[in-house]
Nanobody, 125 residues
Framework: QVHLVESGGGLVQAGGSARLSCAASGGTFSNYAMAWFRQAPGKEREFVAAIGRNSGSTSYADSVKGRFTISRDNAKNTVSLQLNSLTPEDTAVYYC??????????????????WGQGTQVTVSS
């Protein structure tokens, strides 16, 4: 059974940085695409970034492109998200997700079968 656990959230000042990590267990991590989504209060969950199984493909939401960087370490079964130049609009619960079958990066939430419990990122102005 696949299990995803996020860490690294917290309170950050606007303009600051944070780094989120997601540790995966169960399944063959290196075979599948991974992604980060987020959900702000009162809003629907939205795509943030995705990465293919060998880091050969990445995809970013326009709102975070150039500020956030997704990476993975298949030897450690982890995926990370570096968040820079944070704004209050980035405040949300951030979720790690693993694709059910795809190996390439996709922003389609329905392609991700496994989800973590989320980690809160709060950006103060």
């Amino acid at each position: 059974q696949v299990h995803l656990v996020e860490s690294g959230g917290g309170l950050v000042q606007a303009g600051g940085s944070a780094r989120l990590s997601c540790a995966a267990s169960g399944g063959t991590f290196s075979n599948y695409a991974m992604a980060w989504f987020r959900q702000a209060p009162g809003k629907e969950r939205e795509f943030v970034a995705a990465i293919g199984r060998n880091s050969g493909s990445t995809s970013y939401a326009d709102s975070v492109k150039g500020r956030f960087t997704i990476s993975r370490d298949n030897a450690k079964n982890t995926v990370s998200l570096q968040l820079n130049s944070l704004t209050p609009e980035d405040t949300a619960v951030y979720y790690c997700a693993r694709s059910g079958s795809l190996y390439y990066a996709t922003r389609r939430a329905e392609e991700y079968a496994y989800w973590g419990q989320g980690t809160q990122v709060t950006v103060s102005s």
